[in-house]
Nanobody
Framework: QVQLVESGGGLVQAGGSLRLSCAAS????????MAWFRQGPGKEREFVAT????????TYADSVKGRFTISRDNAKNTVYLQMNSLNPEDTAVYYC????????????????WGQGTQVTVSS
């Protein structure tokens, strides 16, 4: 099992930036891809970005492409999500997820999830 702990959420004004972190512990050797998802008020959970643990291949949702950057630090077992040019539509609880297979954009393919961190963007 892999345990995931997110941090870095908070309140920011539109146009601002935040960096989320997701620290993985436990059987991290079995993790091959990690991702960020988000769930806004009254919305379904949606894919944000994913990265392969070894090669660093990334994929982004169209809604965040060019504004968000996912990265990883293998030595620290940590994945980051740098979020720039934030707007109120980015307000959501952001979740970190991990899976043993390759990168994927469907939430149901991820077996391990963090508890989430709230991001609120004010206009």
């Amino acid at each position: 099992q892999v345990q995931l702990v997110e941090s870095g959420g908070g309140l920011v004004q539109a146009g601002g930036s935040l960096r989320l972190s997701c620290a993985a512990s436990g059987r991290t050797s079995s993790t091959f891809a990690m991702a960020w998802f988000r769930q806004g008020p009254g919305k379904e959970r949606e894919f944000v970005a994913t990265i392969s643990w070894s090669v660093g291949t990334t994929t982004y949702a169209d809604s965040v492409k060019g504004r968000f950057t996912i990265s990883r630090d293998n030595a620290k077992n940590t994945v980051y999500l740098q979020m720039n040019s934030l707007n109120p539509e980015d307000t959501a609880v952001y979740y970190c997820a991990a899976r043993g297979g390759g990168v994927a954009t469907r939430a149901w393919l991820y077996g391990q999830w963090g508890q989430g961190t709230q991001v609120t963007v004010s206009s």
